[in-house]
């Protein structure tokens, strides 16, 4: 089959180099894609959150599936446009994209199906966010409503950091809905599972490095890089997060009328009660994406069919022994201003490293250069027996790449090392 994967970051290029491996693919088109996507697919220039151009590709085009890679498609509908128009998709519906597309609603959703989640109050004004937080005191979390690519997120140490983030909010969108949620304590960890309506696979987990600067300094950002399995996500509390969170999730969208089809990424603190909801995003993760499809035993294509399909009761999926890990470059200054356009040299002997897979994420090429677009910029990733082996190798491949004006975290999994 013509498979259409929409989007351009490091996540899409993972699936694209993972997709393009299925027996069952004939060709795979990516939009807009980017330079490493080209090596294992056409990129073609599409409006990504435009349904009805999408549709028309895929009938001139003879696309039989289409992978929506982002989250912002799912939650302005264009999965429900591409089934309206008779052709399978992977990726949620917009109604079941609330999930990740409010926090609001995700809170709801914890009320009614009693899944475990910090303590909240939501609000669409200033001064009463900032009094319930005067009143709860710190740490607090302060989250913006809607999507702001993994960084509408302030973990507020005082009440003044808390309250100039609601400041912040509000001046850059006035009446937006703010939820101020209590600070949980644990280990954070990222699950993965196939969701088609009630029946849940487990996937995989990972943990995810948010701040921008060793030592989780810094604001957060959408990951600076990740690496599977996390230690934190035993075989007991694997069975617990399942019983205790997914499945009563994908019940409660049933039970609404929005089902859940596609894959639903479970972020969750480990705390001392157990597994504690943090969010859901109702997409890959990016980084997390990267490392699952290196661990990856199985046809992806096959896997994402079969949810689509209503076939995953009769869907196992199986995974790698080993470690994988991805260690993101980023533009210098992000999260915040950043430059665009410094040559990148040296990629080519990186990714002949042992046990290195490199993917790209804000590139453009440039006649022979290749150049940075983007914040997060490249995707340095490896397999190894150990996670420290995987650490050595991946980093080992940073140090071959030849880019000052990038910069990376570099105690990526210092931690699961410490813990292993």
Same mark, same amino acid.
């Given at each position: 089959?013509?498979?259409?994967?929409?989007?351009?970051?490091?996540?899409?290029?993972?699936?694209?180099?993972?997709?393009?491996?299925?027996?069952?693919?004939?060709?795979?088109?990516?939009?807009?894609?980017?330079?490493?996507?080209?090596?294992?697919?056409?990129?073609?220039?599409?409006?990504?959150?435009?349904?009805?151009?999408?549709?028309?590709?895929?009938?001139?085009?003879?696309?039989?599936?289409? #992978?929506?890679?982002?989250? *912002? =498609?799912? $939650? &302005?509908?264009?999965?429900?446009?591409? @089934?309206?128009? %008779?052709?399978? /998709?992977?990726?949620?519906?917009?109604?079941?994209?609330?999930?990740?597309?409010?926090?609001?609603?995700?809170?709801?959703?914890?009320?009614?199906?009693?899944?475990?989640?910090?303590?909240?109050?939501?609000?669409?004004?200033?001064?009463?966010?900032?009094?319930? #937080?005067?009143?709860?005191? *710190? =740490?607090? $979390? &302060?989250?913006?409503?809607?999507?702001? @690519?993994?960084? %509408?997120?302030? /973990?507020?140490?005082?009440?003044?950091?808390?309250?100039?983030?609601?400041?912040?909010?509000?001046?850059?969108?006035?009446?937006?809905?703010?939820?101020?949620?209590?600070?949980?304590?644990?280990?954070?960890?990222?699950?993965?599972?196939?969701?088609?309506?009630?029946?849940?696979?487990?996937? *995989?987990?990972?943990?995810?490095?948010?701040?921008?600067?060793?030592?989780?300094? %810094?604001?957060?950002?959408?990951?600076?890089?990740?690496?599977?399995?996390?230690?934190?996500?035993?075989?007991?509390?694997?069975?617990?997060?399942?019983?205790?969170?997914?499945?009563?999730?994908?019940?409660?969208?049933?039970?609404?009328?929005?089902?859940?089809?596609?894959?639903?990424?479970?972020?969750?603190?480990?705390?001392?009660?157990?597994?504690?909801?943090?969010?859901?995003?109702?997409?890959?993760?990016?980084?997390?994406?990267?490392?699952?499809?290196?661990?990856?035993?199985?046809?992806?294509?096959?896997?994402?069919?079969?949810?689509?399909?209503?076939?995953?009761?009769?869907?196992?999926?199986?995974?790698?022994?080993?470690?994988?890990?991805?260690?993101?470059?980023?533009?210098?200054?992000?999260?915040?201003?950043?430059?665009?356009?410094?040559?990148?040299?040296?990629?080519?002997?990186?990714?002949?490293?042992?046990?290195?897979?490199?993917?790209?994420?804000?590139?453009?090429?440039?006649?022979?250069?290749?150049?940075?677009?983007?914040?997060?910029?490249?995707?340095?990733?490896?397999?190894?027996?150990?996670?420290?082996?995987?650490?050595?190798?991946?980093?080992?491949?940073?140090?071959?790449?030849?880019?000052?004006?990038?910069?990376?975290?570099?105690?990526?999994?210092?931690?699961?090392?410490?813990?292993?």
């Amino acid at each position: 089959m013509n498979v259409l994967l929409l989007g351009s970051g490091g996540r899409e290029h993972a699936l694209a180099f993972a997709l393009a491996k299925s027996p069952l693919l004939d060709t795979l088109f990516i939009a807009p894609g980017n330079p490493g996507t080209a090596e294992f697919g056409d990129n073609v220039v599409l409006d990504i959150m435009d349904g009805a151009a999408i549709a028309a590709f895929c009938k001139v085009m003879g696309v039989g599936f289409v #992978v929506i890679g982002p989250e *912002a =498609p799912l $939650v &302005v509908g264009v999965a429900d446009q591409l @089934a309206a128009a %008779g052709i399978k /998709v992977f990726g949620p519906s917009q109604a079941a994209s609330q999930l990740e597309g409010s926090k609001t609603f995700t809170k709801m959703i914890c009320d009614r199906a009693h899944v475990p989640t910090a303590r909240y109050r939501s609000f669409t004004e200033a001064g009463a966010a900032k009094a319930y #937080v005067a009143t709860e005191g *710190a =740490p607090i $979390v &302060v989250k913006y409503d809607g999507l702001m @690519a993994g960084k %509408g997120v302030t /973990v507020a140490e005082t009440v003044a950091e808390a309250q100039a983030a609601i400041d912040a909010l509000y001046a850059s969108e006035p009446g937006a809905r703010v939820v101020i949620e209590q600070c949980l304590i644990g280990e954070e960890a990222s699950f993965f599972c196939l969701v088609d309506g009630e029946t849940v696979l487990a996937l *995989a987990s990972a943990q995810d490095h948010k701040r921008a600067f060793d030592g989780d300094t %810094g604001p957060n950002t959408g990951g600076m890089g990740a690496y599977s399995p996390a230690p934190v996500m035993t075989e007991a509390m694997e069975a617990r997060a399942l019983a205790e969170i997914v499945r009563p999730t994908a019940r409660a969208m049933v039970e609404l009328g929005h089902p859940y089809r596609g894959v639903l990424f479970v972020g969750l603190m480990i705390t001392a009660e157990g597994p504690k909801l943090i969010e859901y995003n109702c997409r890959f993760g990016d980084p997390e994406c990267q490392v699952l499809v290196l661990r990856l035993k199985d046809d992806l294509l096959t896997l994402l069919l079969a949810t689509v399909e209503g076939e995953l009761a009769h869907t196992g999926v199986r995974w790698k022994d080993e470690v994988a890990l991805s260690v993101v470059m980023a533009a210098n200054g992000y999260p915040g201003d950043y430059a665009r356009g410094s040559e990148i040299k040296g990629l080519e002997a990186a990714a002949r490293l042992p046990g290195v897979t490199i993917f790209q994420a804000g590139t453009r090429q440039e006649g022979e250069r290749l150049l940075s677009q983007g914040g997060r910029v490249l995707n340095i990733s490896a397999v190894g027996a150990t996670v420290a082996e995987a650490r050595a190798r991946a980093y080992a491949a940073v140090d071959a790449i030849d880019w000052p004006g990038g910069f990376c975290r570099r105690d990526i999994a210092l931690r699961g090392m410490a813990g292993a």
